[in-house]
């Protein structure tokens, strides 16, 4: 915010070891919770249910929960972030872990992140997913269970992109 010029000294040191990267966890919660957060607010996540989105999906939550962990965990695989979900063990006592909440409907998004998390400094913020939002009328084709899934994947990785620092 300010103008004027500026001098960068930099020292390059050879041979010497990278630091390694931090470990990043996601938690995928599908149980529900309550968020309580400076810029979320006090939100109460109802649990993810395939056919709170549509009756048409009605016995699919797990199939539905399984593509949306396996799109999650392709979109990234290559930078080593660590995809687990509620359904599987809990992260470690006193591990951080940043939590993926599925469930609830908002008029006006399909997701929010607490922040854009610069440089990934805070490793337990939360982003919630809309899932009920998902809804097949919202698309201009009739999504199949495993469709839906990968759109609520990709919309999670965006929010999840939004708490590791992406803009």
Same mark, same amino acid.
């Given at each position: 915010?300010?103008?004027?010029?500026?001098?960068?000294?930099?020292?390059?040191?050879?041979?010497?070891?990278?630091p390694?990267?931090?470990?990043?966890?996601?938690?995928?919660d599908?149980d529900? @919770?309550?968020?309580a957060?400076?810029?979320?607010?006090? $939100?109460?996540v109802?649990? *993810?249910?395939?056919e /709170? +989105?549509s009756?048409?999906?009605?016995?699919q939550?797990?199939?539905?929960k399984?593509?949306?962990l396996?799109v999650?965990?392709?979109?990234?695989?290559?930078f080593?972030?660590?995809?687990?979900?509620?359904?599987?063990?809990?992260?470690?006592?006193?591990?951080?872990?940043?939590?993926?909440?599925?469930g609830?409907f908002?008029? @006006?998004?399909?997701?929010?992140?607490?922040s854009?998390? $610069?440089?990934?400094?805070? *490793?337990?913020?939360? /982003? +919630?997913?809309?899932?009920?939002?998902?809804?097949?009328?919202?698309f201009?084709?009739?999504?199949?269970?495993?469709?839906?899934?990968?759109?609520?994947?990709?919309?999670?990785?965006?929010?999840?992109?939004?708490?590791?620092?992406?803009?």
């Amino acid at each position: 915010r300010t103008t004027g010029s500026y001098q960068l000294d930099a020292t390059v040191l050879r041979g010497t070891d990278v630091p390694a990267a931090a470990q990043q966890i996601l938690l995928l919660d599908f149980d529900g @919770g309550n968020v309580a957060s400076p810029t979320l607010g006090r $939100v109460s996540v109802v649990p *993810f249910s395939a056919e /709170a +989105i549509s009756r048409r999906y009605a016995g699919q939550t797990a199939a539905m929960k399984s593509a949306i962990l396996a799109v999650m965990e392709q979109n990234f695989a290559r930078f080593g972030i660590t995809v687990t979900t509620s359904d599987e063990s809990a992260p470690r006592p006193g591990t951080s872990f940043s939590t993926i909440f599925f469930g609830g409907f908002d008029v @006006g998004t399909f997701g929010i992140a607490e922040s854009v998390d $610069v440089y990934n400094q805070d *490793f337990c913020d939360d /982003a +919630i997913i809309y899932a009920e939002t998902f809804q097949p009328q919202a698309f201009s084709f009739d999504p199949s269970a495993l469709e839906l899934a990968i759109a609520i994947g990709n919309v999670a990785s965006h929010e999840a992109g939004h708490l590791l620092g992406l803009n």
